[in-house]
């Protein structure tokens, strides 16, 4: 019969971390902590210098926040040329310079909003690339032509940019920006005036 006390040392003696063991340990966890310090400094967002007394950490939200409505203003730029270059039917030339209008104004919107970020000290994202990854905008449909299902496209577009910028008053007003809170209302009024503007061909047969 095995003696009871060997047995219970055996056991202790296994379960004992060695120093070998110890030493792995200690260069794992500094490892993993050395991946998340890197991590941490990769998802810090570059900026610049400025003296704008803005705190920091509002900052970076406010510029976090600016980049994503700009992802959505470039691609609703190019969403108002597309309607401008493929509209026909017998309201063509009509459709066709509103389209074209709304497309110059929204070009207006897209430098406010990137030239706001930078102001703050950030960087503008407004790559083309960078706006088809980010935009919360639908794909504008390829396979129409007839004035009134672009009619309802752009105003689909139009609609969901001002959702998007208005909620984005409020939470520009949370970070205590009034300048960036009224930006947002100066691009959500003109949203709001195009939208009427295209909308209304849609509205007298209702």
Do not use: C
């Not at 900026?47 to 470039?74: H, M």
């Amino acid at each position: 019969m095995k003696d009871p006390k060997k047995k219970a040392a055996k056991a202790a003696k296994a379960n004992k971390p060695t120093a070998v063991n110890a030493k792995k340990g200690g260069a794992r966890k500094a490892g993993n902590a050395a991946k998340a310090a890197a991590r941490s400094t990769q998802e810090e967002p570059k900026l610049y210098k400025t003296g704008n007394d803005i705190k920091k950490s509002a900052r970076v939200e406010l510029i976090g926040l600016l980049n994503k409505r700009l992802a959505d203003a470039v691609d609703l730029h190019m969403q108002m040329k597309q309607a401008h270059w493929n509209v026909k039917g017998p309201h063509f030339i009509g459709l066709h310079k509103l389209f074209d209008e709304i497309h110059a104004d929204t070009g207006e919107y897209v430098d406010l909003i990137a030239e706001r970020a930078v102001q703050l000290g950030g960087v503008a994202e407004g790559t083309v690339r960078t706006a088809a990854k980010r935009t919360q905008l639908g794909e504008y449909p390829h396979d129409i032509a007839d004035g009134p299902a672009h009619v309802d496209a752009v105003s689909t577009a139009l609609a969901t940019f001002g959702h998007a910028v208005r909620t984005s008053i409020d939470e520009a007003d949370d970070l205590e920006d009034a300048d960036t809170a009224d930006l947002f209302t100066e691009v959500s009024r003109g949203i709001d005036k195009w939208l009427w503007f295209v909308e209304a061909h849609a509205q007298a047969t209702k």
